[in-house]
């Protein structure tokens, strides 16, 4: 060995400071290690939970689906129909040359038909009207109860009648006066809202309007139901 190689290795060169504890960093080490650990076992014990409830539990039953409208029967069309006859008959006592179903107004739809009378009143007078049934499935057709009746004033006139069970019962007629001042009325027309959502409603045509009294009596007639 030479003379250098021996100084070399007598000599002592302290080590350049590193800037940070060891031991520090070393337990900080150890703090997150355990950390994620203990939040492993939390996500396991999480998801053996759950599939322990779901299987407790059990499946989530299915719901049905909702049976979608349909155009009423052709028995329960005609069945309407004769309803309708018998309650023309029962409200204008007289009337005669009664005729149901001549007009291009006569539909059925899903959960829903319509269907016109003509007449002549013991008088001679002619007459028509529309009667349209809508089962509970329809009711998003017709114009709520609350948005009629709103308006004062004389034409038209217009009377909110509750019903027996929370039905409710508008009647509205356009009214006027001719040249001498004599009240004259033209048109009648009636919305029957029932709890359950279904609706009759009666549009007066032409002729001789219905009077109030005779409009309540048609259009609350019971057998106005669609199945």
Do not use: W
């Amino acid at each position: 060995m030479t003379d250098l190689e021996t100084r070399l290795r007598e000599l002592d060169l302290p080590e350049p400071p590193l800037g940070f504890d060891t031991d520090e960093v070393a337990d900080r080490a150890a703090r997150q290690a355990r950390k994620r650990g203990a939040g492993i076992v939390v996500a396991v014990l999480a998801v053996a939970v759950a599939v322990v409830l779901s299987t407790v539990a059990g499946p989530e039953p299915v719901r049905p689906a909702a049976t979608p409208a349909t155009p009423p029967p052709v028995a329960e069309q005609s069945r309407v129909r004769l309803a309708l006859s018998e309650a023309v008959v029962r409200a204008l006592p007289g009337v005669h040359d009664l005729v149901l179903g001549r007009s291009a107004a006569d539909s059925v739809g899903p959960d829903r038909m319509s269907v016109t009378a003509e007449f002549v009143d013991v008088t001679g007078r002619p007459g028509n009207f529309q009667l349209t049934v809508r089962g509970p499935r329809a009711a998003h057709q017709v114009v709520p109860a609350d948005r009629l009746c709103t308006t004062a004033g004389s034409a038209p006139q217009c009377v909110r009648l509750p019903q027996p069970g929370g039905g409710v019962l508008v009647l509205s007629e356009l009214v006027y006066q001719d040249q001498t001042g004599e009240p004259v009325r033209e048109g009648s027309n009636g919305f029957l809202y029932r709890p359950d959502g279904s609706t009759v409603i009666v549009t007066g045509g032409p002729g001789y309007p219905l009077t109030q009294e005779q409009l309540t009596k048609v259009i609350t007639d019971p057998a106005f139901v669609l199945p």
